[in-house]
C-alpha cells in the first residue's frame, strides 16, 4: 500500500494592508518671545539610517538619515552619517561618537530603520542582521541601552536620543518575548528620548521623500528660538494629524537646561494690551476654580493661554454639568489627554485621558475618536473590541478615510460587532472612492467573491486594478493573481509576473512566493529552477508560509539548489509553527522517516493531527497510516478507517484507494468486497493505477 510522501505546495496567498495616512495643514504656535543667534556650544551628532534589509527592507530611513545630517550640521553639528550600517559599523561609529562627547558639549544621536523590543529591552537593527531565534538577538543588533550608557559616560551637559525605529519587528516570529513596537525608556540625567511613536505602537515609514516623523521633525527643528521640548511637542501634534490618531509621537526626558536647535530667544517687549492680558491670566491661574477660568476664555476666547485655561476647565468640570465649550477647544482637551495617557510631566492617568478624549470626539475631533479606537484595540485589562468599533465608525462618519477602511474591516471579519459583509461593502466604497488604495483592493475583492455585494469579477478586477496603480503592494500581487487565473480579465501569464515582480519588489511577501511559482512552473517566464529558489527564499525569509514550505520542498529534492533536508525540515517547521497544514505534514514526513532530523514518531503524528483537524487531506491521509501502523500512536482501525473516510470524501484518488483497500481487507469496517470494488471505482476512474489493478484483482474490470 502506498504511503504519503511529500508534495509540493503552489498554494497563493492574500493580505491587506494599511494605507498612507493624509496630508493636513501644520501645527500653529503660539510666541511672545523673538528669536536671537545662539551662543556657540560644542555639538556632537551620529546619524544612522538603515533601509537595505534583506528582509522586509524600508524606503526611508537613508533618506531620513542623509536630511537629518544636513538639518543638524545647518544647527551647528559635527556629524558622523551612516547608511544602511552593519552591525560592526554601528559599533565602531558608537565607540568613536562617545569618545567624542568627553569633550563636553551636546550630543545628539538619531537611528532610522528597524527597531525591536525583546523583553522589554529595545534593540536597533543593523542591514546585516540575521536573527534566527530569540537569544540571537543580543549579539547580532545593536542594544538602545548601549547608546545611553555610551552617552552618559561621557558626563557633558545634555544628551538627545532620537529614535524613528519602530517599524514592525521584521524577526518577530523567531522571538518568542519579541512585542510590537518600541517598549519605554526611562532618560539618565540629562537625557531627552524622542520617539516616532509611543511605547508597543508601530510607526509609519512615509510615502514622501522621508518618514512621517523625520518629515516634521526636520520642519520644527528649523523653526528659531524654540526649546527641544516645544520642537517635539509640536512634531507629535503634526504627527497626530497626518496620521490621523494612529501614530502617537513619545518622549522621555530627564534635562533641566535649555536647549535649542537653532537660535535662542531672548523676551521682546510685551505690548500694552499683552501685559493686561498676562496680568489678568496670572490672577486666574492664581485662584484655579473653574469659574475664573471660563471668565479667561469668554474675556480672551483667542488669547495666549486659551489651551491652558481649557485643559485645566475640562478637568474641573464634569462633561455633562459643564458649560460651552469655546471654539478650538477640542484640539486642547486632545492633547491634555495626550499628557495623561503618555505620563509626560505627570503621572500616567489613563481615566482621565478617555474622559478628555471622549470630550474632544463629541466636540467632532477626529484623532480624539481614533485615539480611543486604538486604546481599545490594544491587549490589556481596557481592551474592548466593541467600543473600538464604535469609534472607529463615529472617526468614518466624520470623514476619517483610514476609519472607513477600519470600519470595513472590522465588519467584514466581524470584529466587535456582528459580521455584515454588505457593511463593509459600503465602508471600503466611500473609502475607494476618497482613493484609498487598500480600501480599493478589500471591495475588489468582495465583488470577486460576491459577498456583501453581487459577484462581479470584471468590477473586482477594476477596483483591484486602481489599487494596483496607486502603488499598494498588496493589491498589486492580487493583480497578478487575477491575471495568472484569468479571473476578470484575460488570461495573461506575462501580466501577471510583471504585478508580481512589482510586489514584490515593494515588499510583499505573498508576491514573492507567486514569483518563484512562476519561475518553477516556467508560466509567463522562462522556467529557472534557481530563480525560483531565490524568490521562495525572499519571500520565507520574509514570514511567508507558503514560500516556506516551497523553499522546503525545492531544498528536499534538490531542485535549483543542493540537497539539504536539514534546512528543509527548518523551513518546514517555520511555516508548521504557523499553523500552515502543508508545513505541519511535510514536517512530519520528515520525522516520522528521520530525514534531515533525528526520527521522531510522536511528533510526527501530532503534526499530522495538526493538519488534518484543519482539513487537509494530506494530513488526514498520514494520520490515518500512524493508526494503520502504530506508529507514534496506538495501533487503531476504527481511527485509521475515521481519517482515510474524511480524506476520501474530498474526492481525491489516494483515499479513495485506501478505503478500498480496508473494505477488502475488513480494517475497521466489516469485509465487502462489493464495497471495495465501489472505492475501487472511484479511484480508478481518476487514472489511480493500483486502484485499476485492484478491480482486474477482484474482477471488476480488467486492468487497462
Known sequence: MPSFRILPVLALGLTVSAGAPPVTPPDRGISLTSPTPAPAEARLALVIGNGSYRTAPLRNPPNDAAAMAAALRACGFRVTLLENATRERMFTALREFGTGLQGGGVGLFYFAGHGMQVKGRNYLVPVDADVATEDEVAYTTLDAEAVLAKMETAHNRLNIVILDACRNNPFARSSRGAQQGLAQMDAPAGTYIAFA????????????????????????????????????????????????????????????????????????????????????????????????????????????????????????????TGPATPEGSAEALFQEAGHDQHGEGRPVDLDRAD??????????????????????????????????????????????????????????????????????????????????????????????????????????????????????????????????????????????????????????????????????????????ARQAVAWYRKGAEAGNATAQVNLGTM????????????????????????????????????????????????????????????????????????????????????????WYRLAANSGQALPQYLMGWACEEGRGITKSRKAALEWYAKAAAQGYEQAKEALARLGGRKAR
Request: charged share 20%; with cysteine; glycine share 12%.
Open 197 to 320: 511613536t509611543s511605547p508597543g505602537r508601530t510607526a509609519a515609514d512615509g510615502t514622501g521623500a522621508n518618514g512621517l516623523y523625520t518629515q516634521h521633525l526636520l520642519a520644527q527643528m528649523a523653526v528659531p528660538g524654540t526649546k527641544v521640548e516645544d520642537v517635539f511637542k509640536r512634531v507629535r501634534s503634526a504627527v497626530l494629524r497626518d496620521s490621523q490618531g494612529l501614530q502617537v509621537p513619545w518622549e522621555s526626558s530627564s534635562i533641566t537646561g535649555d536647549f535649542f536647535f537653532t537660535g535662542r530667544p531672548e523676551a521682546a517687549p510685551l505690548s500694552e494690551a499683552t501685559a493686561v492680558e498676562l496680568a489678568y491670566w496670572e490672577t486666574v491661574k492664581a485662584g484655579g476654580s473653574a469659574a475664573e477660568f471660563q471668565a479667561y476664555l469668554t474675556k480672551y476666547p483667542k488669547g495666549a493661554f486659551v489651551e491652558l485655561a481649557t485643559a485645566r476647565l475640562a478637568e474641573l468640570q464634569p462633561p455633562e
Open 555 to 642: 531544498l528536499n529534492f534538490g531542485t535549483g539548489v543542493a540537497m539539504d533536508l536539514k534546512e528543509a525540515a527548518a523551513w518546514y517547521r517555520k511555516a508548521a509553527d504557523q499553523g500552515f497544514a502543508r508545513g505541519q505534514v511535510n514536517l512530519g514526513v520528515l520525522l516520522r522517516d528521520g530525514q534531515g532530523v533525528p526520527q521522531d514518531a510522536v511528533e510526527a503524528a501530532r503534526w499530522f493531527k495538526a493538519a488534518a483537524e484543519q482539513g487537509d487531506t494530506n494530513g488526514q491521509i498520514a494520520l490515518g497510516d500512524c493508526y494503520k501502523l502504530g506508529q507514534g500512536v496506538d495501533q487503531d482501525d476504527n481511527l485509521m478507517l475515521s
Open 355 to 528: 474622559r478628555l478624549y471622549r470630550r474632544a470626539a463629541e466636540l467632532g475631533h477626529l484623532p480624539a475618536m481614533l485615539a480611543l479606537a486604538m486604546n481599545y484595540v490594544v491587549d490589556g485589562p481596557r481592551q474592548n473590541q466593541a467600543e473600538a468599533s464604535r469609534f472607529y465608525r463615529m472617526a468614518a462618519e466624520a470623514g476619517g478615510e483610514l476609519a472607513m477602511l477600519e470600519t470595513g474591516l472590522r465588519l467584514e471579519r466581524g470584529i466587535g460587532q456582528d459580521q455584515d459583509a454588505a457593511g463593509a461593502a459600503l465602508w471600503y466604497r466611500k473609502a475607494a472612492d476618497l482613493g484609498n488604495h487598500p480600501a480599493q483592493k478589500c471591495l475588489g475583492l468582495l465583488y470577486l467573491r460576491g459577498e456583501g455585494v453581487a459577484m462581479n469579477p470584471a468590477t473586482g478586477f477594476s477596483w483591484i486594478a486602481k489599487a494596483a496603480a496607486g502603488g499598494d503592494a498588496d493589491g498589486q500581487n492580487e493583480l497578478g493573481i487575477l491575471y495568472q487565473n484569468g479571473t476578470g480579465v484575460k488570461r495573461d501569464p506575462v501580466k501577471a509576473a510583471e504585478w508580481y515582480r512589482k510586489s514584490a519588489q515593494a515588499g510583499c511577501a505573498p508576491a514573492m512566493s507567486n514569483l518563484g511559482w512562476l519561475y518553477e512552473a516556467g508560466v509567463g517566464v522562462p522556467k529557472d
